[in-house]
């Protein structure tokens, strides 16, 4: 059975102050990982997919980056505007594998 | 180019009743996947249509279900509601079932 485990559940971070977002995931065969940003009351924002262990995608403040266990979004001088709920999924290979298996998510606050 | 939309946005309901959500994927897409998110259990798969066949179904009774138009429109019942299925019910859709996955606003369903 596919699982995604992210920690920390929780982070607060003053605004500036780098950190790290961590995912974790176990798959029989891995076809994409997959990082999400929702706001309250709102349908997940794709941000990046992510293939193969080693490959790294950047966008503004976040660079998403994967090993063949887990993956990391890194938040680089964050703003208050980053604070929202980031998820992580992935899609596993094989006949029938289109869901998306998601972790329950690291809720981020970014304080001025 | 306009995104997915669900409608209703908001449903109210009594124990026992049936609901059918609304899905339109983006222009092009064919794949429509369908999510529950709860605050306990996070992001879970329902099910997931291309072309007008459902290739994949999650681990929910079969009180949940699905169906998916010509026009790649899908919809979702659910019947005999249980005050358990309070949810956001999210609709994704993908070119394929190998990209990425765009969501809705999603549908907040409540069970009086």
């Known amino acids: 059975e596919d699982q995604v485990t992210q920690s920390p559940e929780a982070l607060r971070l003053q605004e500036g102050e780098s950190s790290s977002l961590n995912c974790s995931y176990t798959v029989s065969g891995l076809r994409g990982l997959f990082w999400y940003r929702q706001d309250p009351g709102k349908g997940p924002e794709f941000l990046f997919t992510?293939?193969?262990a080693g490959e790294e995608k950047e966008k503004e403040r976040l660079k998403a980056t994967l090993t063949k266990k887990e993956s990391f979004l890194h938040i680089t001088a964050p703003k208050p505007e980053d604070s929202a709920t980031y998820l992580c999924a992935v899609q596993a290979t094989g006949a029938g594998s289109y869901q998306l298996t998601f972790g329950k998510g690291t809720k981020l606050s970014v304080i001025p | 180019k306009a995104g997915v939309t669900q409608t209703p946005r908001y449903l109210i309901k009594t124990r026992g009743q049936q609901v059918t959500l609304s899905c339109s994927p983006i222009s092009g897409h064919r794949s429509v996947s369908w999510y529950q998110q709860t605050p306990g259990q996070g992001l879970q798969f329902l099910f997931e249509?291309?072309?007008?066949?459902?290739?994949n179904k999650g681990n929910f009774p079969g009180r949940f279900s699905g169906r998916q138009f010509s026009n790649s429109r899908s919809e979702m019942n659910v019947s005999t509601l249980e005050l358990g299925d309070s949810a956001l019910y999210l609709c994704?859709?993908?070119?394929?079932?190998?990209?990425?996955?765009?969501f809705g606003p999603g549908t907040r369903l409540t069970v009086l």
């Open positions: 249509y291309f072309s007008e066949t459902q290739r």
């Open positions: 992510l293939y193969s």
């Open positions: 994704a859709s993908s070119f394929n079932s190998n990209n990425e996955q765009f």
